[in-house]
């Protein structure tokens, strides 16, 4: 990673972006160097997370929207988290398809990564590529993932914004409860609002909220959206406005960002405790012979993993 | 955690098993050693894993292939691994629901456990509780959970036979290839088979086992059923016996349990940790200032997780 790299990256070149993203992305050798390196220009940029579940229609309805912010003469980094096959590694929407709706628009970067990372999740990665494309000079980063399992939860922890969306297909607002979208949201987008049960679905969210809303200063707003028209999206950019406004006003921001920080560091500690422990296992020999020692009842998993960090920590 | 509880558990005192998976659960003082304590009396119960798409009927196959199970007096264990939202903490489906449909049944413990951990994924309680099953002597557990996520692989992970249930609602074969279910079953089964679809389900599943059937030893049955009248069932407990004469007889089931061992030993590892991060921050305060010099820019996450990390081994 030399330096010319960065220096091109300063002078905003894209593929500089690009490639200090797959360096993150692929944990090369002083990753973090570069981070440490462009962490004092972050936090500049607004950060939204968007998530919903599979089908509701959040890529279009980011398409749409970004296509809007370019328009208002906005930098934009899209982050798509998308839920992998742990096996395949890559992620399965390809930037491509995506690029080809976006394409021609050189504010526009978007990048889709896997929720890998051996526990699920979302891995420190992400968040690294924020902190690359906010130091690049982006206005609005947009986190974009699918609101299954837990990542939606890490990305409400990224995110200064939360816009949740769903559909008025069935069984939609059960998920959203299910997997507790309700609770990380800060506007609801109910999409595809051209279909049946869209009205339905509006006010079982507007009910599910008021308790909230009684509780709280920041008024929820339930949105219909159709964003195969364009339907609705400015009145769902005025909710993001407001809603950032509101967080300035409030003091909010500061709170919110600070949390996102500390965040930031627990993921980073646990990471480097587990590449530094890792590194003790250059092969998976290791891991193998350790692991024969368990199935031969010589050590427990436990008795081994003492073991290990005993001697880690000295 | 006396050890009256544990005498009172190896004398098969239900009430004492399900007090040992809550501590397990709850992650109370010391219940590592009640781990260590029970360790060397597991290796005994065949781990059988069942996932696939929501509503695909996997909880009524497991209700009724369970029954049958029982009839032929094994001793059963099953594990529902729920994705749950990570703020309400508890498990969505609880155990009572299962356990009327059960009830009466000593052989069969339930228990539902929710996906958590901050990273999701199958948190090591999950594998734990099935150590505790496996030392309080049952012969077979299921662990069953629902293939979205990640969480699905690392069940495979942990099982010695996988069983992937699809249903021919639309969209379920898609579905199972991009969740990587098809890389991970022993056996498939499409259940609901008296439904419109299943007939071309179980084509599309036979062709694209085709080339795994060519190059591995095992046939990858593809079989029908219907949970709600039992159809099927016979021939799926069939497939599983087959399954496990299949790894006895080619000296494949210790290749899995070293697998296993070995996933649970690095489960372990970053358990104790991630546990010892957060116990070096007892106090949020801590993290508060922490993140607050981040915030200032007076540090960035590395460059604190760096002095952190060196003053733990100091």
Known sequence: MSMSLLEKFYSGDIQALSRLISEVENQSNGYQKIITAIYPKTGQAY???ITG??????SSLVDVLVSQLVQERNKVGIIAVDPT???SGGAFLGDRIRMQNLSGKEEVFIRSMASRGSLGGLSATTFEACLILDAFGKDLIILETV????IELEVAQHSDTMVVVLSPESGDSIQAF????MEIGDIFVVNKSDREGAARLVVQLNMSLESKRKSEKWGYPVLSTTATTGQGVNELLQSLKQHRDFLHQQGLLAQRRKLQVKSQLQKVLENQ????????????LDWERLAEEIYQKKETPYSLADKILQSWRS
């Open 47 to 49: 950060k939204l997370g």
């Open 53 to 58: 579940p599979p089908g509701a229609g959040k």
């Open 85 to 87: 096959s742990p096996f």
């Open 147 to 150: 609101g299954v399992g837990q």
């Open 178 to 181: 299910k997997a507790g979208l």
């Open 273 to 284: 405790i587990k590449l530094s422990v890792s590194n003790r296992f250059k092969s998976d």
